[in-house]
């Protein structure tokens, strides 16, 4: 046990926001992983990938780094495990030859599409603890501090 000496500066972990923001994004993902980890075989970066290339219907393995801010080491294994799944492919852009688009096979789309309601459904649940000016207030904030860090999509 730690003793602090009066007078200089201390820090109460627990009451410190950046801890807090990420003890509660652990916790959240947790509370979704029970869906699409034992329901699908989906790890935390293979779930991102599947959910930002889902709702873009094809984007690049970098969009997809840029976007979840997951490091482009994870976001290079999650795509070759995809792939060896067979839930997605790559194809080359059409908007650039050199880019590699990354896109939900057949089986990806239907695993999405039965994937998407479930977890929306949960976020529904994990919401549901919040009065309604709460959740509000909650949104306006998290948008502030996106926008105060850059973080805008």
């Known amino acids: 046990m730690s003793v602090r ?7 109460e972990l627990t009451g410190f926001v950046p801890y807090r923001l990420n003890r ?10 029970d869906i699409y980890r034992e329901r699908f075989g ?16 094809g984007c690049t393995a970098q969009h997809i780094a840029q ?9 290079s294994r999650a795509i070759a495990h995809l792939e060896e799944r067979e839930l997605i492919e790559r194809a080359s852009s059409a908007a650039d030859r050199r880019e590699r688009e990354v896109r939900l096979t057949k089986a990806g789309r239907r695993m999405y599409a039965e994937l998407v309601p479930l977890v929306l459904e949960r976020e529904r649940e994990l919401l549901s603890c919040l009065t309604k000016d709460q959740l509000r207030g909650f949104q ?8 105060f860090l850059g973080l805008q999509d």
Do not use: Q, Y
């Open 42 to 57: 989906l790890d935390i970066p293979e779930w991102r990938v599947m959910a930002t290339v889902g709702s873009r219907h």
């Open 5 to 11: 000496v009066p007078g200089e500066p201390g820090l």
């Open 67 to 75: 976007s979840t801010r997951m490091h482009k080491t994870r976001v």
């Open 24 to 33: 509660l994004a652990v916790g959240v993902s947790n509370h979704l992983s």
């Open 140 to 147: 306006a904030g998290m948008e502030a501090l996106e926008s």
